[in-house]
């Protein structure tokens, strides 16, 4: 993370519609007596907890172990091939959403990125939305913190997680031994290029 934080902070300002999680402090917390140490990161909440979460989704854009069983459902968040529904934002939103997308994307490819979610988080509207203002800077988290429906009956949360996942020794051996099983196409931990396509297109098919 320090080695890219200065890019992440100017990233941020240049685009205040991001979808990467907002990172707001980095500690290191030990005992000298024992030499014991561990870092903390504190992030920011892309779900408002004052708001029901009817359903949550971890998205990848792969297929490759990406279902969770009925057994779980409610406990976890489900995956993508649970994923059987848009999200309906009219095409105005959704070309300013792939857009923004696109330069976070390509900003975690820069930095050998991969493996990273698009955490959606839905809820439900039981009454007509009222005119309350977000503090958010972004389009996308205007109302109460998330983004409305084009026809104002779902609330969508939606962001970028697990975005410090570099593309080391061990995620290619992981990607190269499940080749030999699956299609490489559709294995998570694909090389960032291969990786960022797949995820682009994959949100692309995934709003309307």
């Known amino acids: ?40 990161i504190v992030m920011s909440n892309f779900f408002n907890p004052s708001i029901e979460i ?4 971890d998205l990848k854009g792969s297929t490759v172990g990406r279902h969770v069983s009925e057994d779980t459902e409610g406990e976890v968040a489900l995956k993508d091939l ?14 300013k959403l792939l857009e923004q ?29 009222v005119d309350i203002k977000s503090e958010s800077k972004s389009e996308f988290c205007s109302y109460r913190g998330g983004l409305l429906s084009q026809d104002q009956t779902e609330l969508y949360f939606i962001g970028l997680i697990d975005i410090l996942t570099v593309y080391n020794f061990k995620k290619k051996s992981e990607y190269r031994l499940k080749s030999f099983i699956h299609d490489k196409s559709q294995i998570s931990a694909a090389p960032p290029d291969r990786y960022r396509s797949r995820f682009q297109n994959y949100v692309a098919n995934i709003i309307e």
């Not at 009817?54 to 989704?57: A, F, G, I």
């Open 1 to 40: 993370l320090r080695r890219i934080l200065k890019s992440y902070y100017e990233h941020l300002k240049r685009n205040p519609n991001s979808l990467l999680t907002k990172i707001y402090g980095l500690y290191r917390l030990g005992r000298r007596s024992d030499n014991f140490e561990i870092g903390i």
């Open 54 to 57: 009817s359903e949550q989704y």
């Open 82 to 95: 649970n994923f059987q529904r848009k999200l309906r934002v009219g095409l105005e939103v959704k070309a």
């Open 101 to 129: 997308l696109e330069r976070d994307c390509k900003w975690m490819q820069m930095h050998e990125i991969c493996d990273y979610s698009m955490l959606v988080g839905i809820h439900v509207m039981r009454s007509l939305p």
